[in-house]
T-cell receptor, first 117, second 115 residues
Framework: GAVVSQHPSRVICKSGTSVKIECRSLDFQATTMFWYRQFPKKSLMLMATSNEGSKATYEQGVEKDKFLINHASLTLSTLTVTSAHPEDSSFYIC?????????????FGDGTRLSIL | AQKVTQAQTEISVVEKEDVTLDCVYETRDTTYYLFWYKQPPSGELVFLIRRNSFDEQNEISGRYSWNFQKSTSSFNFTITASQVVDSAVYFCALKVRTAGNKLTFGGGTRVLVKP
């Protein structure tokens, strides 16, 4: 089945650091990927839709300058949390929709647990 | 706007008991898809099922079954003869055609199966 790889799985870093999270579709091309954020014991909140070759579409309330998204190829989207602070600590999950079969379910990565000290 | 409500935040059962998770959705679109995902403690999301709005047939897959009722806008999920490995958070989600491929998630139901 379709596999989405997310890296790193866990990050612990100091306040003020910028952190990059990668989301790769391993066996399919994905023009569209999504980034979600999940607080402890909460649901998934869509942050943005990542579109290959164009700017990401952010959901209301999500700071574009804080959460930089780059979708430079059909198999890779990156989320950079810039100048991270403790309140950015969360579980970040990406997902991708195969270009061949856009009615398929989204395929999710395993998530990245970000902890800012 | 779309909305998914999972009224049960947490359910605790003893192994071998059946457990039913409720999901109620709201949308004005006539074409939509409903999903269930499982999130075990390790965090990854595991796809369980997808249903489109034109297919009201109930489905059974092993110990899992789903009951889709358009009349009540519900898409309930039952685990029969629960096992400890079923302990996880289960999310119901909705996708409507007019919102592109965005998923709207319910709040999730935490299922704890005790031995």
């Amino acid at each position: 089945g379709a596999v989405v790889s997310q890296h790193p799985s866990r990050v612990i870093c100091k306040s003020g650091t910028s952190v990059k999270i990668e989301c790769r579709s391993l066996d399919f091309q994905a023009t569209t990927m999504f980034w979600y954020r999940q607080f402890p014991k909460k649901s998934l909140m869509l942050m943005a839709t990542s579109n290959e070759g164009s700017k990401a579409t952010y959901e209301q309330g999500v700071e574009k300058d804080k959460f930089l998204i780059n979708h430079a190829s059909l198999t890779l989207s990156t989320l950079t949390v810039t100048s991270a602070h403790p309140e950015d600590s969360s579980f970040y999950i990406c997902s991708a929709i195969p270009d061949r079969g856009r009615n398929q379910p989204q395929h999710f990565g395993d998530g990245t647990r970000l902890s800012i000290l | 706007a779309q909305k998914v409500t999972q009224a049960q935040t947490e359910i605790s059962v003893v192994e071998k008991e059946d457990v039913t998770l409720d999901c109620v959705y709201e949308t004005r679109d006539t074409t939509y898809y409903l999903f269930w995902y499982k999130q075990p403690p390790s965090g990854e999301l595991v796809f369980l099922i997808r249903r489109n709005s034109f297919d009201e047939q109930n489905e059974i897959s092993g110990r899992y079954s789903w009951n889709f009722q358009k009349s009540t806008s519900s898409f309930n999920f039952t685990i029969t003869a629960s096992q400890v490995v079923d302990s996880a958070v289960y999310f119901c989600a909705l996708k409507v055609r007019t919102a592109g491929n965005k998923l709207t998630f319910g709040g999730g139901t935490r299922v704890l199966v005790k031995p």
